[in-house]
């Protein structure tokens, strides 16, 4: 008789399919204020408890409680509430813009907008971040010209990247924001390739690194994580984890078994698991790791734990996958609604500012809409075919002066 | 007999072999329950099973690197990489590994693997949704590369591809997905309905590798193309009234190098059409072979048509791909010159 196990192949599955209730209660959210916060030199071998817990400031009642809470100007938060806001209001028009056949493709951040928002605001300016493309609200944080997005949006002939890219695969060095392209992943290690130039300059620049977490599957990820910490590279490591990698869920990135902030501990690295909706957290943790970076403690990978309420992309529809009702279920809630609602509890915004300045913004991207409207929409506009041929080298060779010529320009 | 677009040309294959065949198995980015972004491995999981076909990390070393691994077990499995612009993290898989595990091993252990991948441009999408990476693979000694160009093609040479003991890369012209595109592409669109090549037989049937279609016979020129690029070519020879023979090439390794030298010495020009970049594109490889076959033959200088030596650019989506025009001017060179 044979009594060996038969072995069998496990295969993850989400909780909730279309048509099932939804559940999160598989994600372990500790109570805001509950985790502890470390002295920000302390050593990473005494932190090892951080990666399972989370990083949490704003209770159900919008106060700000526990030990990563620390007094913050209003006027930066009502600046945070801004950005947020102006970052859904012009996602949405550009949604709808790409319905409206202006663009060939588009993608939202809707409720994750503190992510990248408050870190931009938080980072200095001469700090440089390794975007996603899940992070548009860092450059309308930084008060990137709107009508400029657009027209990137557009391809049309006032495109900044003279309609070589993807729409919203944005390059802006100047706001600190890297060259994104379409690949995932790729850029991880040359947030810690520019960390590392920084540290060999003896500059005062730290880098921050974004990945979703179904890309930290990819081998960039862990590339990155090791030579961060072989080098102590001065970067912050950010795993955005929206929970769904376009339909597969977190699973299937190994989330079943540990969380993404853990995957720090084998390198050595420290790791925080912070509420990605609570933009004080954000902040707090942020400026925890950048400290450690800028004092030649080295690296800290951070998990943001947030919700992807929209589709994938245009090109998606979620309801194929997982429950159309999910996104309500999501324990964390809306990282606007919760910094809304702790500005009034101090006093400091109402509801009727929060109208009108949502108003205002409205009112504003319309106008750059109406702008690049005028330019031209994807199809009407573009720049000079010249464009195609230019920029693949410093200098063009032969081949592309020969080609160009071929097509007549 | 059924009316199939591309999409479902390729389903039905990929349903096929797991009927038949056990150790046949499904896995990519979004290819379980969803079913993939291009639908390609829709119900599959319902119908066959988790364990069939499941949905992988976002790991293209991965997925590759286990497939061989499943491969040398004695499985075969069948993976996608959502487009063919993402094998480029699995490159060191494919070259090192599935390419030449045969040979260094003396024939122990082997790699009978297919790498189903959307190619080529043509839906905006910009950079990296467009690349034809063809020529890359074909360099690689111990890869087949096969493409075809019309439903009942994609399901008979998948199906092969699949019963291949080699690593097999499979592009799949995702422009031709739902119709057969001609690159007019301000003309109203059309569909696979009522197309001669999209009536598909259910069941398994194989188109084998390595063997070219005379997709028109000509006496006066011959152009050679695949995927998309076939119909590109055909567009191209009737707007030209060139008695031109339009051979498709199905799969580049193996190369059916007998039709290319049985055409190119009766009708002694040759013109080569593909959408990748031009230089150490597969053209030059082909542009080779027919000079030194066919020298003696030739009346006038080789001609290739090919994607500019630039990267694939979102707003010049139709100044970069080489539509008819730009065949037709090369027919008309070749036959003047
Ligand atoms: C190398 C590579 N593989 C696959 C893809 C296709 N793809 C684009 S986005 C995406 C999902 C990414 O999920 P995640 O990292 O969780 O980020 P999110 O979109 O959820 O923010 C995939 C598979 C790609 N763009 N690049």
């Known amino acids: ?409 | 007999m059924a009316q199939m677009n591309m999409i479902q040309a390729l389903n039905s294959a990929l349903d096929a072999v797991l009927a038949d065949d056990p150790k046949t198995l499904i896995f990519g980015e979004d290819v379980g329950y969803f079913g993939g972004v291009f639908r390609v491995t829709d119900g599959l999981q319902a119908k066959h099973g988790l364990t069939r076909c499941f949905d992988a990390p976002i790991s293209e070393g991965g997925i590759i690197a286990t497939a061989i691994g499943m491969g040398a077990y004695g499985l075969r499995p069948v993976v996608e990489i959502q487009f063919a612009d993402y094998i480029l993290p699995a490159f060191d898989q494919l070259v090192s590994e599935a390419a030449r595990l045969r040979y260094r091993s003396n024939g122990e252990f082997w790699a009978p693997i297919t790498v189903r991948s959307p190619y080529g441009g043509g839906i905006f999408g910009g950079q990296t949704h467009s690349q034809s990476p063809e020529a890359i693979f074909a360099h690689i000694t111990g890869l087949k590369t096969v493409i075809p160009s019309n439903p009942y093609d994609a399901k008979g040479l998948l199906i092969a591809s699949i019963l291949e003991d080699d690593p097999v890369i499979f592009l799949e012209p995702k422009r031709l997905y739902n119709g057969p595109f001609d690159g007019h592409h301000d003309r109203k669109l059309r569909t696979w309905a009522g197309h001669a090549s999209a009536e598909v037989p259910e069941g398994l049937y194989t188109v084998p590798l390595g063997k070219a279609a005379i997709v028109r016979e000509g006496a006066d020129v011959t152009l050679l193309a695949y995927g998309t690029m076939v119909h590109v070519g055909l567009a191209a020879i009737e707007e030209s009234g060139i008695d031109a023979e339009l051979i498709d090439l199905r799969s580049i390794v193996p190369l059916d190098i007998d039709a290319i030298t049985a055409s190119v010495t009766k009708t002694g020009r040759c013109v080569i059409l593909h959408e990748a970049s031009r230089f150490g594109g597969f053209g030059g490889e082909l542009s080779a072979l027919v000079q030194e076959r066919c020298f003696y033959c030739l009346k006038n200088p080789i001609e290739r048509v090919a994607g500019w030596d630039t990267p694939y650019p979102h707003a010049f989506e139709w100044d970069y791909f080489p539509g008819p025009a730009r065949v037709i001017a090369a027919l008309r060179r070749t036959m003047e010159a």
């Not at chain 1, 928002?117 to 990137?144: E, H, K």
């Not at chain 1, 400290?291 to 194929?320: C, M, Q, W």
């Open chain 1, 1 to 409: 008789m044979d009594d060996r196990v038969e072995l069998s192949l496990h295969i993850p599955e989400p909780f909730a399919r279309p048509g099932e209730t939804p559940t999160f209660d598989h994600v372990d959210i500790p109570a805001a204020g509950a985790t502890r916060r470390p002295a920000v030199d302390a050593a990473e071998v005494d932190m090892r408890d951080l990666p399972y817990g989370m990083v949490r400031v704003l209770d159900a009642d919008g106060r700000a409680v526990g030990p990563w809470a620390s007094q913050m100007d209003p006027e930066f938060l009502r600046r945070g509430l801004r950005a947020m806001v102006q970052t859904r209001v012009f996602e949405d028009r550009m949604f709808r813009a790409h319905r409206q056949g202006k663009t060939s493709f588009f993608m939202k951040s809707t409720g994750e907008e503190a992510i990248g928002v408050a870190q931009s605001m938080t980072l200095a300016a001469d700090d440089m971040c390794f975007p996603t493309y899940r992070v548009q609200g860092w450059l309308i944080a930084r008060g990137y010209p709107i009508v400029d997005m657009i027209n990137q949006i557009y391809s049309n002939a006032s495109d900044p990247l003279k309609g070589r890219q993807l729409p919203i695969l944005y390059s802006a060095r100047e706001y600190g924001f890297y060259s994104l392209s379409g690949n995932v992943g790729s850029r991880f290690g040359h947030a810690v390739g520019w960390a590392m130039a920084s540290a060999y300059m003896k500059d005062h620049r730290i880098a921050l690194g974004y990945i979703g977490e179904g890309t930290t599957a990819e081998g960039d990820f862990h590339e990155a994580l090791t030579f961060a910490a072989v080098y102590r590279a001065p970067v912050i490591l950010a795993v955005t984890n929206n929970q769904w990698a376009i339909s597969t869920f977190s699973g299937i990135a190994g989330a079943e078994q540990t969380t993404f902030a853990a995957r720090a501990i084998g390198y050595g690295l420290p790791g925080l698991r912070v509420d990605g909706n609570d933009f004080l957290a954000v902040v707090a943790a942020t400026e925890w790791a950048a400290t450690r970076a800028r004092t030649n403690l080295g690296a800290t990978l951070i998990e943001f734990v947030t919700y992807r309420v929209s589709g994938h992309s245009t090109s998606d529809d979620p309801t194929k996958y997982r429950p159309s009702d999910e996104p309500v279920h999501w324990p964390l809630g809306d990282p606007v609604e919760r910094l809304k609602q702790h500005l009034i509890a101090l006093g400091e915004w109402s509801d009727e500012r929060h109208e009108q300045m949502q108003a205002e913004l409205t009112e504003a991207v319309r106008t750059a809409q109406r702008e690049a409207d005028a330019v031209g929409a994807l199809g009407q506009s573009k720049p000079s075919a010249r464009e195609m041929f230019e920029g693949v080298f410093k200098e063009p060779d032969w081949r592309v002066i020969e080609q160009r010529r071929e097509f007549g320009i």
